[in-house]
């Protein structure tokens, strides 16, 4: 390209930056271009001082010569700022990023959205250190801002919006230990800011996609009076891990159905001609039913649900199970829920825990979701729900 055209683009591209990144007013901009060619820019952050390199190749998806001629005359902050909405992933061109919706490391500096609603209201420390790590809660960095313009690209956020949260900083780590100190900054700043609200909680908050339905339900509702539920405990267990995010909880509510699904069995124990010594007997192998057994019966049941063969195509898809089989179905998420109850790996007795960074939503958590959501519809309300709403399809 020739100089001209290059300086065209670098001074759209600069204003781009200066008018979207910077949020806070200052005179001189914090982030600036720190080279520019017909093949790469590289942009740097002059508060957090971190750069990443930009292949005009991957961000605009034709050289930039191609673009240039077919754009010139137009170009504009507006173009940029569409342009940097888009999907692009900004590993391609930085080898030592890591770079996750919510997250960025890059070259011993950490930056991660966070939501602790208390630090709205009562900051007392928001500044600290781990040993030689710093740690910082403020208004995203520019770089942030720049990485994560996808968070735009929707409804219920706008450019605006950047002020409205807290990112937090972490510097002096490496891509090795960073999960491990933002786990101690997030107790800290609990621990240094107590809560102002019953369940609040420093949490990392992400940008990206999150999980929906495996199978879509209708809204259309017919009309609103709802049936008062036959079992309101299960509801409890699902509202908490609706909350909690914890899986635990939803598999607490099939749990809870594993008996109430053997009801027509114990009903014919109970009416039956037997001797009571038999009756009891029969009554007690029903209770002590190994529970795998139980949650393959309860399986069973579900199949004739509208939705339950759409969990058995999505558990199929995500490789967590083989293929449609009930019997095989019920297996896995038995032996998932028994890696998460009993918590240990071999004799070294190490705790299973959470990647609290780690993006990829847990397969298991929503198709064990979706089985408790069945459940209730089907033990709860007796499939009630179904009939208060018009089909997908009719909509």
């Known amino acids: 390209m020739t100089t001209d055209s290059i300086k065209v683009v670098r001074e759209s591209l600069e204003e781009y930056l200066y008018e979207y990144l910077d949020h806070y007013d200052e005179d001189a901009p914090d982030i600036v271009i720190k080279h520019i060619d017909d093949d790469k820019v590289i942009v740097f952050d002059v508060t957090i001082e971190k750069s990443v390199c930009i292949k005009w190749i991957n961000l605009l998806k ?12 137009t170009i504009d902050i507006h173009m940029w700022n569409e342009i940097f909405r888009g999907s692009y992933d900004y590993t391609l061109d930085n080898e030592r990023l890591v770079y996750q919706p919510g997250l960025f490391v890059h070259k011993g500096y950490a930056e991660v959205h966070i939501e602790y609603a208390s630090l709205h209201f009562n900051s007392e420390v928001d500044c600290f250190k781990i040993g030689d790590v710093s740690c910082d809660v403020g208004f995203p960095s520019s770089m942030y801002t720049l990485l994560h313009k996808h968070m735009e690209d929707g409804d219920t956020f706008t450019a605006d919006d950047w002020s409205s949260i807290f990112t937090l900083r972490l510097e002096n780590i490496t891509r090795e230990n960073y999960k491990a100190y933002l786990e101690q900054a997030l107790f800290i700043l609990y621990y240094s800011n107590p809560p102002q609200f019953d369940g609040d909680y420093p949490h990392v908050a992400f940008s990206g996609k999150t ?16 049936p008062t539920a036959n079992y309101v405990e299960p509801l409890n267990f699902f509202n ?18 594993f008996l109430i699904n053997r009801k027509q069995e114990i009903t014919s124990i109970i009416q039956s001609d037997q001797n ?8 007690t192998k029903v209770y002590k039913e190994d529970e795998e ?12 649900h509208h939705r339950f063969d759409s969990v058995l195509h999505y558990a199929v898809n995500r490789n967590l199970v083989n293929s449609n089989d009930t019997n095989e179905f019920a297996n896995k998420m038995y032996l998932y829920r028994n890696s998460i109850v009993h918590g240990k790996k071999d004799n070294r ?8 960074v780690d993006q990829e939503p847990d397969g298991w958590f929503i198709v064990i979701r979706e089985v408790a959501l069945i459940c209730i519809e089907v033990f709860c309300y007796q499939d009630n729900l179904k009939e208060m ?5 009719e909509v």
Request: no cysteine; aromatic share 12%; net charge negative.
């Open 62 to 73: 034709t050289p930039l010569q191609e673009w240039y001629e077919r754009n010139k005359g």
């Open 211 to 226: 999980d929906s339905p495996i199978s879509q339900r209708s809204t259309d509702f017919l009309h609103t009076d709802f």
């Open 240 to 257: 908490t891990g609706g909350s909690t995010g914890e899986v635990l909880y939803f598999y607490k509510v099939i749990e809870y159905f």
């Open 276 to 283: 009571i010594d038999r009756k009891i007997s029969d009554l």
């Open 293 to 304: 057994n139980l949650l393959i019966s309860i399986m069973h049941t579900l199949k004739s």
């Open 349 to 356: 007795f190490d705790i299973l825990t959470r990647d609290l």
């Open 389 to 393: 709403v018009q089909s997908v399809d």
